[in-house]
């Protein structure tokens, strides 16, 4: 069965600072891997997605990832982040056995910016 | 504009009441998703839909219920059955094969 780690439940960034959210998954094929943001009391938005192809992707507000497959990772990173970018971010696995109807997330990381 | 949406916002059941959550899209997608959100553990597959008339269980469906009679509308009842049913409610949709988009949530309290 897939499965995603994030093992940063809670990470605090100066504001400009640079960011990296940490994601692992475990899938036997290639995945189809997401990264989804989520404001308090919201749905989630989608922040970039990876299918195949080039393995760094880009996404909305600046965002990027990169998957590493001989690590079974798919980091997300921005090179500076605004006070906006205050929220909860969850890593995605699809099954792409299934046309990628049954996503499996990760448990979230809280990002606080400080002033 | 088109999007999902998700009413109400909040709602308060009392215990042993069934309640329905009310999901409608207009995004002309053949695949709509309930998932089950609590704190610390990401989101949860409640029951998710292809095509009209068809549904399938996800991961946690035991007190859960389902319809889908239009392509636009995949309601979502919880059961008296459903042991902790206080939780964030989150309705998704798709092109099958493609990415998920989400609804605002409904946040749903019994007491």
């Known amino acids: 069965a897939q499965s995603v780690t994030q093992p940063d439940i809670h990470i605090t960034v100066s504001e400009g600072a640079s960011l990296e959210l940490r994601c692992n998954y475990s899938y036997g094929a290639t995945p189809y891997l997401f990264w989804y943001v989520q404001s308090p009391g919201q749905g989630l938005q989608l922040l970039l997605k990876?299918?195949?192809?080039?393995?760094l992707v880009q996404g909305i507000k600046g965002f990027e990832a990169e998957f590493k497959r001989s690590q079974s990772s798919f980091n997300l990173r921005k090179p500076s982040v605004h006070w906006s970018d205050a929220a909860e971010y969850f890593c995605?696995?699809?099954?792409?056995?299934?046309?990628?109807?049954?996503?499996?997330f990760g448990t979230g990381t809280r990002l606080t910016i400080i002033p | 504009d088109g999007g999902i949406t998700q009413s109400p916002k909040y709602l308060f059941r009392k215990e042993g009441q069934n309640v329905t959550l009310s999901c409608e899209q207009n995004?002309?997608?053949?695949?709509m998703y309930w998932y089950r959100q609590d704190p610390g553990q990401g989101l949860r597959l409640i029951y998710y839909s292809q095509i009209v008339n068809d549904f399938q269980k996800g991961d946690i469906a035991e007190g859960y219920s389902v319809s889908r009679e239009k392509k636009e509308s995949f309601p979502l009842t919880v059961t008296s059955a459903q042991k902790n049913p206080t939780a964030f409610y989150l309705c998704?949709?798709?092109?099958?094969?493609?990415?998920?988009?989400f609804g605002p949530g409904t946040r749903l309290t019994v007491t």
């Open positions: 990876y299918f195949s192809g080039d393995t």
């Open positions: 995605a696995v699809g099954d792409s056995n299934f046309g990628n109807e049954k996503l499996t």
């Open positions: 998704a949709s798709s092109i099958q094969g493609t990415e998920q988009y």
């Open positions: 995004l002309n997608h053949d695949a």
